[in-house]
């Protein structure tokens, strides 16, 4: 009985550190509502828009868009799984449209569009299909240019959305593969 009492301290530190390893593997909170928190806080004002043109995985063209504009671009998200874009392209607008989050793993990998094949295992894509009118002529004057966006940054105080545009362009004898990234750079 005494050589138990010795013993009974060893036998509940593996039990203690077994209960604290249950207990901590729970999953205590849904990263998703998270994102959803820091999305909907607030509204997202526009600090940059930056293109970026790649011929297979040269870089040849780095572009930063807006640059004189006199307009306030602001994104706002609710909770009831609406949005609202302001000024679009620097064009007085106010489109509104619904918005969901996906992560890469309900991606359907056959259709490659709008998404950056880099590190898609932690991807969060943003679906907004709020449709602005642009001054782009080859969209008919209209664009959901956040349908389908990869998050690459969300804190408190930023966002940050990146939306890829592939293209394939045929010069003989080879055949170039086209990336247009832009990426949107929103503040608190």
Known sequence: MQSFIKKLPLLLIPGIMLLGLLINSCKKEDSGS???TLLTNGVWRLASVRTELFHADTSKR????????NLLQTFTFTNDGSCSYANFHCLQ???AGRWQLRTANTTN????????NNNLADSVFLN???ICKDTIKTNKGSSRPFLGVRITNLGENSLVIEHTRLDTVYRTPVVVQRRLVTRYGFIH
Request: glycine share 0%; net charge negative; with cysteine.
């Open 62 to 69: 780095r572009d930063t868009l807006n640059t004189n504009c």
């Open 128 to 130: 907004a299909d709020v």
């Open 34 to 36: 998270y994102i959803n």
């Open 109 to 116: 990998q056959s259709n490659n569009n709008n998404t950056n």
């Open 93 to 95: 607008q106010n489109a």
